[in-house]
């Protein structure tokens, strides 16, 4: 049997990165904002050839403060406002401070579940992130990492970038 070629995919976190970070979980369509010039930076990632799949946690499902099925509103609404352009999103919904979940970033579980079902070439791919849970959690994986950050703050990223645009930019030049 043919082996089916391994493919790159870039890992977004969520907040921060794709919508403008709120200080709160977004629980309603109303409250998300895409980041201007997101959603052609995330259909030039698709047009060389990218996978683009969205790690975020969620913690706000264990405390009861909004449905899986409210935050599939917002991620439909999410693609609905990037042309579509994210192939999947995996989301723990778990509160760190109630667990450390492997699920939860800085865990990767669920880059690992994505890298197998995606049949990923970690080697070829990236990790976007604004927190520092991010960065760790690309690390783990050995993919590269791009910190999205405007601030005077370092994690040990590959990368930082002021924004997902420049990061696009970043990428594209590289490979
Ligand atoms: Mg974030």
Redesign the pocket.
């Known amino acids: 049997m043919k082996t089916a070629k391994k493919r790159k995919c870039i890992f977004l976190?969520?907040?921060?990165?794709i919508n403008e970070?709120s200080g709160d979980y977004i629980a309603r369509v109303e409250d998300l904002k895409i980041i201007n010039g997101v959603s052609q930076a995330l259909q030039l990632l698709k047009s060389h050839g990218y996978l683009l799949i969205v790690i975020?946690n969620q913690g706000g499902i264990t405390e009861g403060l909004f449905t899986r099925e409210q935050l599939k509103v917002i991620h439909d609404e999410i693609q609905k406002r990037c042309a579509k352009s994210i192939d999947a999103f995996y989301y723990s919904p778990c509160r760190s401070r109630f667990s450390a979940s492997l699920v939860h970033k800085p865990g990767t579980l669920l880059y690992e579940k994505a890298i197998s079902q995606f049949n990923i070439d970690i080697s070829k791919s990236w990790m976007i992130?604004?927190?520092e849970r991010?960065i760790i959690a690309g690390k783990k994986m050995n993919l590269r990492t791009i910190l999205i950050s405007d601030k005077e703050e370092s994690f040990k990223e590959d990368y930082k970038t002021k924004n997902l645009i420049s990061a696009v930019d970043l990428i594209i030049g590289i490979s």
Do not use: C, L, Q
Request: glycine share 18%; no cysteine.
């Open positions: 976190d969520r907040d921060g990165v970070e975020t992130g604004d927190t991010d």
